[in-house]
């Protein structure tokens, strides 16, 4: 794991991206409910608040160098992650999962997701 302040908050980060680079994962678990085990929950707004809210990587990911992300290409990443998906959120607001996985856009959001997960796992 690389030298940051908070590793498990990095490692929830990791674990979003992973959620949304992963459009079989997004059916099967945020829209069929299929958890992989008892007691597990999981939607496109617990990702969203883990990125946003919680570890606070996006929109400015440069303020969370050091504590959660290391500078360079991650950074970057988050960057374009963020220029696709937080317009997104901001045209589709509170919609089900299953409208924003229908949208035109949201291929744009997996790909930017495995850009970014690919980046902080090259670190």
Same mark, same amino acid.
């Given at each position: $794991? ?6 498990? $908050? ?16 997004? %059916? %099967? ?6 958890? !992989? ?21 996006? !929109?400015?990911? %440069? ?13 970057? %990443? ?8 937080? !317009? $997104? ?17 949201? !291929? ?16």
């Amino acid at each position: $794991m690389t030298d940051v302040q908070y590793p498990e $908050m990095r490692k929830s980060v990791i674990d979003a991206l992973e959620a949304f680079a992963d459009p079989d994962y997004q %059916r %099967r678990v945020w829209i069929d409910h299929e958890f !992989p085990q008892e007691n597990f929950y999981d939607d496109l707004d617990v990702n969203v608040s883990i990125l946003y809210d919680d570890c606070v990587v996006v !929109p400015d990911p %440069r303020s969370r160098i050091g504590t959660v992300l290391v500078d360079g290409p991650e950074v970057d %990443r988050l960057i374009e992650l963020d220029q696709v998906l937080g !317009p $997104m959120i901001g045209r589709l607001g509170n919609a089900p999962d299953a409208t924003y996985l229908g949208d035109s856009e949201w !291929p744009l959001v997996v790909t930017a997701a495995r850009a970014a997960l690919a980046a902080m796992r090259d670190v």
